[in-house]
């Protein structure tokens, strides 16, 4: 039993380890993309790429539907908030803000799922101060990683408005999702993200339509490099990225799932060290040292809450026996 545990809790790392190096890598992936496509246009055709993934699983797999026609649209308005609006705010909000002020409202993730939690929805995980200090922690690591470039954090409000805003809405989505697995464990995975990556296709392509000229699109004169791209941002960075975190939300909760954003700045900087040879300053290092710390103390309060689960019911059952 023991075995199988360390087994499944060593399946759950890896995927975190996989996630955090398919979103780390996805920034060097996203530049190559707009470099020749629209920003947002970019965006729908990573969804279209996900979403004909999901449907060929489905396909094959051919299992009974267990999303009922009734709850579709609390499924789609949960993949809005998870992936639609996010990378819409996101493209539209870096058009107007440094890549720095990006960075750290992505790494801010996990204190937006924190505050969300505390104030709507308090039941679904335990809220220790042990966690909080963890998050503080990770936050204070993206903070060290940027510090150099903070006097850069210029652009305009409304840029820094919407990605402030793109923050809240990936908290948002986290929590809606934590709430769709605990309301229906039956869900089946799969299915779920093929729904809300199919919200988010129309959504991110009306935002398209309305805020890019089509008329300038010319697939014909992208190079191989922007298709590889939009590919990878596509397979990688959102399909297999999103069952991954799907599941991380299903089997550890909200808060402790979104971790992920505090591994991802230092992912994307073994990446850019890797593709081009930039290497890692002083701040990225210890910035990295510290989300490592603050990591490790939700890690620590999860573990501690997992022994005082398994102890009681070995107190409970040596109580009876006397």
Known sequence: MRRNNKLYRMRQYLKLIALSSFWGSSFLAIKFAIAEVPPIFAATLRMVVALSFFL???????KPRTITTKMLPRVWLTGLFSIGIPFSLLFLGIRDASVCFTGIMD???????????LV??????????????????GLGGIL?????????????????????????????????????FVGSKQMDLIENVANQTAASLVYLATVS???????TIHP??????????ILYL??????????????????WGALRASVVCYLTPPMAMLFDFLVTGTPASAFELAGTATILLGVALVETQQASQRRRASVAPTRTAKAALR
């Open 220 to 229: 014909s004169h992208w190079g191989a490099g922007a298709y590889a791209a």
């Open 107 to 117: 790494g801010s993730v996990p204190l937006w799922t924190f505050l969300w939690l």
């Open 209 to 215: 339509f309305f805020f890019e000229d089509w008329s």
């Open 144 to 180: 060290i990683i940027f510090y150099p470039h903070l006097s850069h954090l210029g652009g305009g409000l409304r840029g820094k408005i919407l990605l402030v805003l793109m923050a809240n809405a990936y908290a948002i989505g986290v929590l809606m999702n934590r709430m769709l």
């Open 234 to 251: 596509g397979l990688c960075c959102t399909a297999l990225a999103w069952i991954f975190f799907y599941s991380l939300i299903r089997e």
């Open 56 to 62: 060929l699983i489905l396909l094959f797999r051919k």
């Open 120 to 137: 709507f929805a308090r039941q679904l995980e335990p809220v220790t101060p042990t966690r909080f200090l963890g998050l503080l922690l």
